[in-house]
C-alpha cells in the first residue's frame, strides 16, 4: 500500500522504483497566446518573473528519471513561449522520458517542431476548441488560431510525430462533437481526447456559461460511442464525462500522490494542477527539495494519498481502491472540506446540491466568458 511505503524514510531503490509516478507535468510557464476561458491553470497565474531558469529544468529532468518517471508532459501556459524548449525536450530525451509536447500550437512553425523532433520529442498534443474556426478563435481569444493549428497539425504528421487532438468540449462547442472527431480524424490523429470541461480554475469561473444542458450530454455519450464503433482500430477516443452529471465520481488523478506530479512555473510541486485550491497543503519547491523526496514524504502528497484521510461513506465504501474518494479538488469547492467524498458520488450528502448547479447552470443562456489573461486574473484577485 502507498501509504504504509511512502513513510518509510530512507526507501530501497526497489521500493521507490515501485512508488515512481508515472507521468510529470512540467507548466513551463503560464504566458499563453490563447485565452481559453476553461483553462486548467489556476486564476492567479504565476507571474513570468518567477518561472523557473533552464539549469533546475534541466535537472528537474534528470531528477524525474532518477525517480522512475516514464512520460513528460510539456505544458504551460504555452510551452513553446520558452526559448529554451529544445535544452529542456533534449535533456528529458536523454534522460529517457517519452516527452509530449501540451501545446495551443499558436506560436509554433514546421522549423521548431522538426529541431524539437531531432532532439527527441516523441508526442505532440493540439488543443482545439471547434471544428467551427470562427467559434474555435472566439473561444480561444486569438485570431486566426484554428487555422494555424490545423497547420500545425499537418506538421506533425509529416515529420513522423505521434499526434493527439485535445478536445474539451462544454454548452459553447459540444453540439459540434460528430465535427470535432471528424476533423481530428482528417488530421490524422492516433488518439483523440473528448473531455468534458471540470470545472475548477478558469473554467469554475466561467461555470454558467459553459455548463452543457443534460440534454447535450447525452448526446455527447451518443456521439462517441458511434464513433469509437465507426473508428475502432484506426483512432482512439478517450472521453471524460461531465462529473456534475455522474453518479460515480472520477478517481481523479488516478488517486492523490498515486501516479503524477505537476511541476508549477515557479517550481512548486503539486500532486494535482488545482491542488493550490485548498488551503492547509504545504508545496515543496525543486529549487530547495529533492523530486524523490517531495513525492515520498512531502506534506502535500502526503495528506490525501491511500484511503487513511477518508471519512464516511468513503471510508467504508468497497470500491475506495477504484476511485479513491473522487476528486479533492472538487470536495473542497463543494462541500468545503477537501477530506470529504467527492459530491460527484452518490453517495456524497451534498450530491444533489451538485446537480442543482448541473440543472441551474445551463440556463444561464447570457453568462459572460471571462477570458483567461492575466488581466482577468488581476480583476479577480480584486
Ligand atoms: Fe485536484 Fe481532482 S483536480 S484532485
Given at each position: 500500500?502507498?501509504?504504509?511505503?511512502?513513510?518509510?524514510?530512507?526507501?530501497?531503490?526497489?521500493?521507490?522504483?515501485?512508488?515512481?509516478?508515472?507521468?510529470?507535468?512540467?507548466?513551463?510557464?503560464?504566458?499563453?497566446?490563447?485565452?481559453?476561458?476553461?483553462?486548467s491553470?489556476?486564476?492567479?497565474?504565476?507571474?513570468?518573473?518567477?518561472?523557473?531558469?533552464?539549469?533546475?529544468?534541466?535537472?528537474?529532468?534528470?531528477?524525474?528519471?532518477?525517480?522512475?518517471?516514464?512520460?513528460l508532459?510539456?505544458?504551460?501556459?504555452?510551452?513553446?513561449?520558452?526559448?529554451?524548449?529544445?535544452?529542456?525536450?533534449?535533456?528529458?530525451?536523454?534522460?529517457?522520458?517519452?516527452?509530449?509536447?501540451?501545446?495551443?500550437?499558436?506560436?509554433?512553425?514546421?522549423?521548431?517542431?522538426?529541431?524539437?523532433?531531432?532532439?527527441?520529442?516523441?508526442?505532440?498534443?493540439?488543443?482545439?476548441?471547434?471544428?467551427?474556426?470562427?467559434?474555435s478563435?472566439?473561444?480561444?481569444?486569438?485570431?486566426?488560431?484554428?487555422?494555424?493549428?490545423?497547420?500545425?497539425?499537418?506538421?506533425?504528421?509529416?515529420?513522423?510525430?505521434?499526434?493527439?487532438?485535445?478536445?474539451?468540449?462544454?454548452?459553447?462547442?459540444?453540439?459540434?462533437?460528430?465535427?470535432?472527431?471528424?476533423?481530428?480524424?482528417?488530421?490524422?490523429?492516433?488518439?483523440?481526447?473528448?473531455?468534458?470541461?471540470?470545472?475548477?480554475?478558469?473554467?469554475?469561473?466561467?461555470?454558467?456559461?459553459?455548463?452543457?444542458?443534460?440534454?447535450?450530454?447525452?448526446?455527447?455519450?451518443?456521439?462517441?460511442?458511434?464513433?469509437?464503433?465507426?473508428?475502432?482500430?484506426?483512432?482512439?477516443?478517450?472521453?471524460?464525462?461531465?462529473d456534475?452529471?455522474?453518479?460515480?465520481?472520477?478517481?481523479?488523478?488516478?488517486?492523490?500522490?498515486?501516479?503524477?506530479?505537476?511541476?508549477?512555473?515557479?517550481?512548486?510541486?503539486?500532486?494535482?494542477?488545482?491542488?493550490?485550491?485548498?488551503?492547509?497543503?504545504?508545496?515543496?519547491n525543486?529549487?530547495?527539495?529533492?523530486?524523490?523526496?517531495?513525492?515520498?514524504?512531502?506534506?502535500?502528497?502526503?495528506?490525501?494519498?491511500?484511503?487513511?484521510w477518508?471519512?464516511?461513506?468513503?471510508?467504508?465504501?468497497?470500491?475506495?481502491?477504484?476511485?479513491?474518494?473522487?476528486?479533492?479538488?472538487?470536495?473542497?469547492m463543494?462541500?468545503?472540506?477537501?477530506?470529504?467524498?467527492?459530491?460527484?458520488?452518490?453517495?456524497?450528502?451534498?450530491?444533489?446540491?451538485?446537480?442543482?448547479?448541473?440543472?441551474?447552470?445551463p440556463?444561464?443562456?447570457?453568462?459572460?466568458?471571462?477570458?483567461?489573461?492575466?488581466?482577468?486574473?488581476?480583476?479577480?484577485?480584486?
Amino acid at each position: 500500500m502507498i501509504e504504509t511505503l511512502a513513510d518509510t524514510a530512507a526507501p530501497s531503490n526497489d521500493v521507490v522504483c515501485a512508488l515512481a509516478p508515472v507521468g510529470l507535468l512540467a507548466e513551463l510557464t503560464h504566458r499563453c497566446p490563447l485565452q481559453c476561458p476553461y483553462c486548467s491553470n489556476p486564476v492567479a497565474l504565476e507571474k513570468t518573473a518567477s518561472d523557473l531558469p533552464t539549469e533546475i529544468w534541466l535537472d528537474v529532468m534528470r531528477q524525474a528519471a532518477d525517480l522512475g518517471v516514464l512520460q513528460l508532459h510539456l505544458s504551460g501556459g504555452e510551452p513553446l513561449l520558452r526559448p529554451d524548449l529544445e535544452q529542456i525536450v533534449e535533456q528529458a530525451s536523454k534522460s529517457g522520458l517519452y516527452t509530449n509536447l501540451i501545446t495551443s500550437a499558436a506560436t509554433l512553425t514546421r522549423e521548431r517542431l522538426s529541431a524539437l523532433a531531432d532532439l527527441g520529442l516523441d508526442h505532440v498534443q493540439i488543443s482545439m476548441q471547434d471544428a467551427n474556426a470562427a467559434n474555435s478563435d472566439r473561444l480561444g481569444g486569438a485570431k486566426n488560431g484554428h487555422a494555424k493549428k490545423l497547420e500545425a497539425a499537418t506538421w506533425v504528421k509529416d515529420i513522423g510525430l505521434a499526434l493527439t487532438i485535445n478536445a474539451p468540449v462544454h454548452r459553447q462547442n459540444v453540439d459540434n462533437l460528430a465535427a470535432i472527431i471528424a476533423m481530428a480524424e482528417q488530421l490524422g490523429a492516433g488518439r483523440v481526447e473528448v473531455a468534458h470541461v471540470q470545472y475548477y480554475g478558469w473554467a469554475l469561473v466561467n461555470r454558467a456559461a459553459l455548463m452543457p444542458t443534460r440534454e447535450q450530454v447525452m448526446r455527447s455519450i451518443e456521439v462517441v460511442a458511434a464513433a469509437r464503433k465507426r473508428l475502432a482500430g484506426r483512432m482512439l477516443i478517450d472521453f471524460v464525462a461531465p462529473d456534475y452529471f455522474a453518479h460515480r465520481p472520477k478517481p481523479c488523478m488516478g488517486g492523490w500522490g498515486r501516479g503524477s506530479m505537476n511541476v508549477t512555473p515557479s517550481g512548486k510541486v503539486l500532486p494535482c494542477h488545482a491542488a493550490e485550491s485548498i488551503p492547509g497543503l504545504v508545496f515543496d519547491n525543486v529549487r530547495t527539495r529533492r523530486l524523490r523526496d517531495i513525492w515520498l514524504n512531502g506534506q502535500a502528497f502526503q495528506q490525501y494519498r491511500g484511503t487513511a484521510w477518508m471519512k464516511e461513506p468513503c471510508q467504508s465504501c468497497e470500491l475506495k481502491e477504484v476511485d479513491w474518494g473522487g476528486c479533492r479538488c472538487q470536495a473542497m469547492m463543494i462541500a468545503g472540506d477537501a477530506a470529504a467524498a467527492d459530491p460527484a458520488c452518490g453517495k456524497s450528502p451534498l450530491h444533489d446540491r451538485m446537480q442543482t448547479f448541473a440543472l441551474r447552470d445551463p440556463a444561464a443562456a447570457d453568462a459572460p466568458l471571462v477570458l483567461r489573461n492575466y488581466r482577468s486574473a488581476a480583476e479577480l484577485a480584486g
